[in-house]
């Protein structure tokens, strides 16, 4: 009868021992595994901010903030304060009766032109867009600051997109 025991305690033993080994083995796989898929992810997501930044940076080329050129024609002046200065300049110029004058297109259907969106692009041109609710446009613009800190814009080139 003890040999019994001893016997059915081995066999016990031995049975827990496959179960524990199997159950770790199998919970290791799913570890490596789910390891694998998260690095994978990780991966994906660092491309996609590398080419985010890459896009950014590009997009951000044409701009005042970042053109070292432009920079220094304004010597010492505060770049981000000029890029405000003209905005305001144009946006002002939407409170004009008829429209803004910028856009080089009179009301249309009784509506006026006006600027909605701005972006300097160096120390000497701006890119606008602007509409009427039924038809858009964008023009490009000239701007010079004045030694007194006033702006002087002159239109340069503008479209008019038909209407869709």
Not at 22 to 50: A, C, E, P, W
Not at 108 to 135: A, C, T
């Amino acid at each position: 009868m003890k040999k019994n025991i001893f016997l059915y305690l081995f066999i016990f033993s031995l049975a827990i021992n496959v179960f524990a080994y199997m159950y770790f083995t199998n919970q290791q796989n799913f570890d490596h595994g789910r390891i694998d898929k998260l690095q994978g992810k990780l991966k994906s997501v660092r491309d996609s901010i590398k080419t985010e930044s890459a896009k950014s940076a590009s997009d951000s080329y044409f701009s005042l903030e970042n053109n070292a050129n432009a920079q220094e024609y304004f010597a010492g002046k505060d770049v981000k304060e000029i890029a405000i200065k003209v905005r305001d300049a144009i946006y002002a110029q939407n409170a004009t009766k008829g429209g803004n004058p910028l856009v080089g297109y009179p009301a249309m259907e009784g509506q006026p032109f006006s600027v909605s969106k701005i972006k300097v692009l160096n120390h000497r041109w701006v890119i606008i867009d602007y509409s009427n609710g039924k038809y858009w446009g964008e023009a490009l613009l000239r701007y010079f600051v004045e030694d007194n800190g006033s702006i002087t814009l002159e239109k340069a080139d503008t479209l008019l997109y038909p209407q869709q």
